[in-house]
């Protein structure tokens, strides 16, 4: 099976780095140095193998993807070109909601991504927090909007998406099912993938901005010990959102943000 490590943004310097709203951290975002690195490190572990994208019957062979969610700018004046370095596609998903917002790709933009060979996919409409706790409706009109919306700017029928916040339970994806995705991603560091009515749901290994470089491409290699480090602090993440409940995020946001000395940049 693929093993997937998922990005979010990246911009030139950590200086720039921005919440994309209220709620959000820069925690995942990468200056592109620390990108750079992470790539090539991947590149020098893989040796002969590649990181490829050859659509959905692709995702049943052993290599390494890369995603990108939430749609930012930099997906294409940062990530692209240093992908395509090494001839890689990658897979980015749309918060279909922020398409045209300021620092976050236009639908030509978007449409340069998939005329360079890149695979274009959803993240919701709006990127709700929790987004496993939302009503059937609500949950339904997320994943609907969001691909009528991408599948009509792309002129195909969009297929694959990622869940926003990496919140998942099953019901998520019967839910993103029946509403046409056939491959679905979490943010579970896993390499199993399951099968909920037809849609098959991968997980993902995560890069943070204090993830390094060697860490990274160690899990692109398979490396054993960095893929259950990540696992034992997915566990403990879960169990902390159970008892935390409705405080857990901004409490996570403040501890991925703090740095001793310093005052948290986290929007509560």
Known sequence: MPITIGFHDVVEDLSQA???????T??????????????????SRLKS???????????AHESVLLTFDDGMESSLTIVA???ERF??????????????RTGFLSGQQILELLERGHIVGS?????????????????????????KRLSELLGYEVTIASVPGGYYTPRVAAVAAASGYRVLFTSEPTTKVSNVDGCRVFGRYTARRNTSASAVAAIAAGATWDRWRQ????AATKAAK???GKWYLPLRNALLEFKPGKTSKAIS
């Open 231 to 234: 696992a034992g602090m997915w």
């Open 26 to 43: 820069t925690a995942y975002t990468l200056d592109r140095r620390h990108f750079r690195s992470c790539l090539d490190g991947i590149h």
């Open 87 to 100: 001839g890689w596609r990658g897979h980015f998903f749309i918060t279909t909601d922020w398409i045209g």
């Open 81 to 83: 070109p240093e992908l």
């Open 18 to 24: 921005q919440p994309i709203g209220t709620g959000f």
């Open 242 to 244: 159970r008892v935390a």
């Open 49 to 59: 193998q590649s990181v490829r994208v050859v659509g959905d019957n692709f995702y």
């Open 123 to 147: 993240h919701s409409s709006s990127h709700p927090h929790g987004m496993w706790k939302l009503s059937e409706e609500l949950l339904l009109r997320e994943w609907t909007e969001s691909r």
